[in-house]
């Protein structure tokens, strides 16, 4: 009898071994697994969750709103969690949902990498270099290059919201995966051109937004394809700097100019959509008129005036002053001055329209010449001594000049020309005036008294001797244009004497 008992506990133990050593051994195998496990309590900052162990575990609860995503976890409900370990030294199971939802993304995104497709994650942390992106437990990667086509300054609006990206690289042994959003854009954009190239056509109107601004204009987005928007082409009016027109991200409508199938080449432009202020300009301005405008441009052969915006005209340097000569038309107006020009010659076909500012004001040389005829006398400043003469400064802002041989009567002139310095006040006398060329001649000797009378009797005798050895050679030589070169002489009156 005895026996007999001893027989039937010996495998009740052997069983009840066997049965621990089994839980024992199954318990310690989901260790680093991922196991199912029931919600019993929801605390202020963890979970309570009970996975069939002698021991429930607590798991935070920021891991449950990992990515910025809404908690929505009730008592009862089912998750899955990652069994780190058995028991901690509070005696509960170490769990962690972050853990579980990040083996679960791993193994679905190494097969998305191995297939080259896209996944689906969300931007929600910024740290040296890029971002943080949540693929769905698996934190990613994204260099700040590599969100957007354009440089981003604001990814305020893309944070939060589900995006797709494109796996550059993935290391699971280190658990590192860069992605990228701009190859998704850059591949969406091949479609879209390949679809706007095919239907693109001159003259087409299309909107697009401007992405970069140059000196020689701007490069404007139209949908997957760039066009160049010249700075000539943006308005009628004159515009030195596209930035005064545009600016980067804004969008514009513009027409197609000028397209190339074979170098995909797109020329806009603005101001072809306005009306052109160049039609019927010749009857708005006739030749004759006057009207006032805006200086907008100095160069160094003239300036340009705006009559309206569009319609420019270049008054030149010669057509600036009655007096001022060889002077920068920008010592005479400055820019953005409001002057009054006359219209002098419109070419609607060259679209130029040439305009005098002096024709408006009155002409100084006119003035001049009917209060100091030929011969009065003068008083003015010496402006400038050069080789040749000086250039006296006279009343109505005119310059005479006095050459070197009516400096004095006594002595050559590049002598006496050293007598005078700038600035010096003198008196001279007119000997020509000429208002239709603008010119002054006089002269000291003429304004002096002639100091004496017998050196003009000297003059006189000499001319009357000239006079009459041109007689005496006339009449002994009267056919003398017919005798040979070789054969001709110069008897007395023709010698040197």
């Known amino acids: 009898m005895a026996l007999d008992v001893q027989t039937r506990e010996a495998p ?31 605390e202020n900052d963890a979970v309570l969750i009970d996975v069939g162990l002698k021991s429930e575990g607590r798991v935070p609860l920021k891991e449950f709103a990992a990515g910025g995503a809404q908690l929505d976890l009730r008592v009862g409900d089912t998750v899955e969690v990652f069994l780190e370990r058995m028991e901690d030294k509070n005696g509960e199971a170490q769990l962690s949902r972050e853990k579980a939802r990040r083996e679960e993304a791993w193994s679905q995104l190494d097969k998305s990498f191995q297939a080259n497709e896209r996944v689906t994650g969300v931007i929600f942390g910024r740290v040296k270099g890029g971002f943080t992106v949540d693929l769905s437990g698996a934190i990613a990667f994204l260099p700040g290059s590599q969100v957007d086509i354009r440089p981003v300054r604001d ?22 995966i860069v992605v990228s959003r701009r190859a998704v854009l850059e591949e969406s954009r091949a479609e879209q051109r390949s679809e706007l190239v095919a239907s693109l056509k001159e003259g087409q109107i299309l909107n697009g937004v401007v ?10 987005d139209l949908g997957g394809v760039d ?10 009016r004159r515009i030195n700097h596209p930035s005064e027109a545009l600016n980067i991200g804004q969008t514009v409508k513009v027409q197609v100019i000028r397209f190339n199938p074979e170098t995909q080449r797109i020329s806009l432009g603005m101001k072809q959509l306005e009306a052109d202020p160049w039609e ?22 003239g300036a340009f005036v705006e009559l309206e915006p569009g319609v420019e005209g270049l008054v030149h340097v010669s057509e600036m002053s009655w007096t001022k000569k060889n002077v920068h038309p920008g010592k005479i107006v400055s820019t953005s001055q409001e002057v009054e020009v006359m219209v002098l010659d419109v070419d609607p076909q060259k679209r130029r329209i040439s305009l005098g500012l002096k024709q408006t004001l009155a002409n100084p040389w006119e003035a001049f010449v009917e209060e100091h005829p030929v011969d009065s ?28 041989s009516d400096i004095d009567w006594n002595r050559p002139g590049e002598e006496a ?22 010119s002054f001649r006089g002269g000291y000797g003429q304004a002096e008294e002639r100091r004496s009378s017998h050196r003009d009797n000297r003059r006189a005798d000499r001319r009357r001797r000239r006079s009459h050895d041109r007689r005496r050679c006339a009449g002994l030589y009267p056919q003398v244009g017919a005798i040979p070169r070789s054969q ?10």
């Open 12 to 42: 009740a133990k052997e069983s009840f071994a066997a049965l621990l050593d089994e839980s024992l051994g199954v318990a310690s195998s989901l260790e680093g697994t991922v196991v199912k496990g029931r919600v019993i309590a929801v």
């Open 155 to 176: 990814i305020t609006p893309l944070l939060g919201s589900p995006q797709p990206f494109q796996i550059l690289k993935m290391d699971r042994s280190r658990g590192n």
């Open 211 to 220: 992405k970069n601004i140059t000196d020689y204009g701007a490069f404007v």
């Open 227 to 236: 066009g160049l928007l010249h700075v000539t082409d943006i308005a009628w």
């Open 280 to 301: 019927g300009v010749e009857l708005k301005y006739p030749a004759g008129a006057r009207f006032r405008g805006r200086v907008t441009n100095i160069t160094d052969y």
């Open 377 to 404: 006398e003068l008083e003015g400043e010496v402006r400038n001594i050069t080789e040749f003469g000086l250039f006296i400064g006279l009343p109505g802002d005119i310059d005479g000049m006095v050459h070197l």
């Open 417 to 438: 020309i050293n007598n005078y310095h700038k600035g010096e006040v003198v008196r001279d006398k007119s000997r020509h005036q000429a208002a239709s060329s603008r």
């Open 488 to 497: 001709r002489t110069a008897p007395g009156p023709f010698r040197r004497r």
